[in-house]
């Protein structure tokens, strides 16, 4: 009987298996670049936590506007993106390496996914504001999903900001979140981006009075950034396992985030009190 060939052998005779042993490192040696999403209402502080990374900076204005908060800051330039097109050559820009830049800013993704809904109906020979069908809708989210992960994979910080916005599925479980506050994306783009990320946080201000002899009673607002679990807003950090992680921390910076994920940072965590109840621990978590 005629021995039959290796199904699974390689295609071409001149692959080189040996090569994927070169690309083989431990998990521990592994340093990538900050890849973040943070999203919320307008005015919560997104800009300015973006504007706390590290310098030179660089902020994609997908037609927002929005630098305001960071334009007395050295060290951050603005670079307004008309068309998809420049998103596009941008990118390029970006990966070929030469400029000074260390984080890269898109400002936001949710209007980035406007200009992509544009160039799939000028693609379509419609008008950029003309009706979206299902196949265009599902163009744009392929382009989107793309695209995002390109600039993620720079070796660069990636900021990623978007607006929230609430959804609620349909027919869903008991175990699933319903509904759910998160980035104001397509579905399909937002799935994508929330995986591509190490860490999501939503963006809020928090308000509180106090008295004081001097005032009396005072109003104040604490912005914060929502990073612990939560029921309905999305929240999302990579760390090793152990590590604690607060429900959210006030005035949030670049290094605030850093020495929360980074494990030769954090404080010891556990203080057990005599009074509390048997099996019951306390934990204390980094302010």
Request: glycine share 6%; with cysteine; charged share 25%.
């Amino acid at each position: 009987m005629k021995k039959q060939a290796d199904p699974i052998s390689p295609a071409t005779p001149d692959i080189n298996v040996g090569s994927i042993t070169e690309r083989v490192h431990p998990v521990a040696e592994l340093n990538r670049p900050m890849s973040i999403l943070l999203y919320g209402r307008s005015g919560t502080g997104k800009t300015t936590i973006a504007g706390t990374f590290p310098q030179p900076i660089l902020v994609l204005d997908m037609r927002e506007y929005g630098t305001d908060s960071v334009s007395d800051i050295p060290g951050i330039d603005s670079l307004y993106v008309e068309n998809w097109q420049d998103v596009e050559t941008i990118y390029w820009f970006l990966r070929a390496g030469n400029h000074k830049y260390k984080t890269i800013v898109i400002d936001t993704v949710t209007m980035m996914q406007k200009l992509a809904q544009e160039y799939s109906l000028e693609q379509d020979g419609k008008e950029k504001d003309g009706q979206m069908n299902k196949n265009l809708w599902g163009v744009t989210s392929k382009t989107m999903c793309a695209w995002l992960i390109n600039y993620r994979d720079l070796p660069y910080n990636l900021v990623f900001l978007a607006q929230d916005r609430m959804t609620t599925e349909e027919g869903a479980q008991e175990d699933q979140v319903n509904p759910e506050v998160g980035p104001r994306l397509m579905p399909s783009v937002a799935a994508c981006l929330n995986a591509a990320v190490r860490i999501i946080g939503q963006t809020y201000i928090k308000e509180y009075t106090k008295t004081t002899k001097e005032k009396g009673l005072e109003r104040i607002f604490s912005y914060r950034l929502r990073l612990g679990p939560h029921a309905y807003y999305l929240t999302k950090v990579r760390k090793i396992k152990g590590i604690s992680m607060p429900e959210s921390i006030a005035n949030p910076t670049y290094e605030k985030i850093i020495k929360l994920i980074k494990p030769a940072e954090q404080p010891e965590t556990r203080e057990p009190k005599p009074a509390e109840k048997p099996g019951a621990e306390t934990w204390v978590t980094p302010a």
